[in-house]
């Protein structure tokens, strides 16, 4: 008998409890405060990238998106990290890049720096590296500021190619011989 009087008393509070919480949520200045509704209405609430450039030795680790935004000054840190070491000019960086690696990061589940050997491209550097290199293109997407050639350390290179694929996000192309993959957010492609 007195086991189910612990269970009344505890539905009842649990009734209680509940009247009270929607009470609270029908509140406007509750309702509608900062602080309950980036849990329910945002999984995710900042994204994070480590980058290396490899040839600058420049490393940046930094929250470039919070609260729905990019951030601004993040941004202008990213374009400068990114920029062509050859000719020291910069662009702005196609922000879709950031979240193609945001995403790389958290499908692979390694949360390492990603290590830059190219960036933006001014189209003289482009255009030198065309005439030593076949393989390299005349209409790179690295000139508009929207591709990327990365290595992860420690992580496979061709398991982060096939990462990279799976998100149909753009351009990846896998260079096993000089250790990196190229992505991009252009049309998607793939090549070796």
Known sequence: MSESKSLLSRR?????????????LATPSVASSKISAPLILK?????K???NNLHTGEKLSAVYWADGEYQPEVMLQLN???RDHRSNSSTEMDRRLYDLLHRLQKESGVNREFQIISAYRSPETNQMLAKRNGKVARKSYHMKGQALDIRVPGMNLR???KTAVRQKLGGVGFYSRSNFIHVDVGPVRYWS
């Open 49 to 51: 990238l480590v980058l």
């Open 80 to 82: 400068a990290l990114l």
């Open 43 to 47: 999984p995710e609430l900042e994204r």
């Open 159 to 161: 398991n982060l190619h």
């Open 12 to 24: 009842g509070f649990l009734k209680v409890m509940g009247g009270t919480a929607a009470a609270v």
